[in-house]
Nanobody, 128 residues
Framework: QVQLVESGGGLVQAGGSLRLSCAASGRTFSSYDMGWFRQAPGKEREFVTVIRWGGRSTYYTYYADSVKGRFTISRDNAKNAVYLQMNSLKTEDTAVYYC??????????????????WGQGTQVTVSS
């Protein structure tokens, strides 16, 4: 029922910035928990960040320690979109980035299996 399409990936030098976008379908988008995950070659998919619905117009954000202070997640419910602003990029950030949506991810929001819908991913490559 929900389709997610990521965009904004590309090649950037270390220290640079990128802004990823995730366009979502669905009229109940505002109540979904929206997350970003990434997967580097030869590694497991890892949690990056999530913005969780807390009722009404309240949202809460959580970040992996590896990106805290550098990445910012945001959403524009009027546009059915979620964004990931990535600053001070490092070579370690190189990965395919996936947008994910869950009706209620709960306390295990950092676990990919808690999410119900996934985009196809967008490649982010950070060069030295």
């Amino acid at each position: 029922q929900v389709q997610l399409v990521e965009s904004g990936g590309g090649l950037v030098q270390a220290g640079g910035s990128l802004r990823l976008s995730c366009a979502a379908s669905g009229r109940t988008f505002s109540s979904y928990d929206m997350g970003w995950f990434r997967q580097a070659p030869g590694k497991e998919r890892e949690f990056v960040t999530v913005i969780r619905w807390g009722g009404r117009s309240t949202y809460y954000t959580y970040y992996a320690d590896s990106v805290k202070g550098r990445f910012t997640i945001s959403r524009d419910n009027a546009k059915n979109a979620v964004y990931l602003q990535m600053n001070s990029l490092k070579t370690e950030d190189t990965a395919v980035y996936y947008c994910a949506a869950g009706e209620a991810v709960g306390d295990y929001y950092y676990t990919s299996r808690r999410y119900d819908y996934w985009g196809q991913g967008t490649q982010v490559t950070v060069s030295s």
